[in-house]
Nanobody, 122 residues
Framework: QVQLAESGGGLVQAGGSLRLSCAAS????????MGWFRQAPGKEREFVAA????????RYADSVKGRCTVSRDNAKNTVYLQLNSLKPEDTAVYYC???????????????WGQGTQVTVPS
């Protein structure tokens, strides 16, 4: 199990960029596939991106593909989500999640952070 803490959210104008961070506690972080999800007001939580525990394999939702990059620094126990060309529809609470030794295509995660708010005014 890892404890996860997101940071880096905020208010950004349309077309701008943000980098979200998710710091993980625990020494097994390199064994975790990490995912990013988001939940907009009144909507269900949706998948955004994931990065495999072994190597740099990544996966993205169609809604962010080409505008988003997920990366990790195992030495810092941190996973990042770079969001570019932000749109009002990107407004949501963004969560990171982890699951040990999971496939990058996993749809279930065991550990979740508390979320960080991203707001893109229309």
């Amino acid at each position: 199990q890892v404890q996860l803490a997101e940071s880096g959210g905020g208010l950004v104008q349309a077309g701008g960029s943000l980098r979200l961070s998710c710091a993980a506690s625990g020494r097994n972080f390199p064994a975790y596939t990490m995912g990013w999800f988001r939940q907009a007001p009144g909507k269900e939580r949706e998948f955004v991106a994931a990065i495999y525990w072994s190597g740099g394999i990544t996966r993205y939702a169609d809604s962010v593909k080409g505008r988003c990059t997920v990366s990790r620094d195992n030495a810092k126990n941190t996973v990042y989500l770079q969001l570019n060309s932000l749109k009002p529809e990107d407004t949501a609470v963004y969560y990171c999640a982890g699951k040990v030794l999971a496939a990058v295509t996993t749809t279930t995660y065991d550990d979740w952070g508390q979320g960080t708010q991203v707001t893109v005014p229309s």
